[in-house]
């Protein structure tokens, strides 16, 4: 089975609104691949959607049930080999992530993290490109 990080740009895509990313937690939630996350990444998640001065300004009761929501499809690992390889700092969990979980992908919109293509052996990709290799049979 497949086995991917989503990026929080691409859960809050996916929960807003349709297109792409929408389809990618669809096929997560059929199971038709196996996500992993963190707890820091579902915190930077909360903190996104919770953040008064944010665009999505959500109350703490709507961003926990997204984070919920996210905690139903998703596995949820413990990073434990940290790296420095992003230019964002922020950006080294997704990896982190990817490491502990064994994803073979990261999804993604953030154009840094696009730019590595790879990081060992987890292969860095935008949705549309994650989905045309899921559902094209890839593995």
């Known amino acids: 089975m497949i086995v991917a990080?989503?990026?929080t740009n691409v859960i809050i895509s996916g929960t807003f609104w349709l297109g792409a990313p929408k389809r990618a937690i669809w096929l997560a939630k059929k199971g038709a691949v196996r996500v992993v996350t963190s707890e820091p990444l579902l915190s930077e998640l909360f903190d996104v959607l919770s953040r008064p001065e944010g665009p999505f300004r959500l109350s703490t009761e709507e961003a926990?049930?997204?984070v919920q929501d996210v905690r139903s499809y998703a596995c949820v690992v413990r990073p434990i080999r940290k790296v420095e390889v992003?230019?964002?700092p922020g950006d080294n969990?997704?990896?982190e992530c990817a490491l502990a979980g064994g994803a073979q992908y990261i999804v993604t919109g953030d154009a840094d993290l696009l730019s590595l293509g790879r990081f060992e052996d987890v292969e860095i990709v935008n949705v549309s490109?994650?989905?045309s290799a899921l559902e094209g049979g890839r593995k």
């Open 86 to 88: 992003c230019r964002d």
């Open 129 to 131: 490109s994650f989905i």
């Open 5 to 7: 990080v989503y990026d």
């Open 93 to 95: 969990a997704i990896i």
């Open 64 to 66: 926990k049930r997204v």
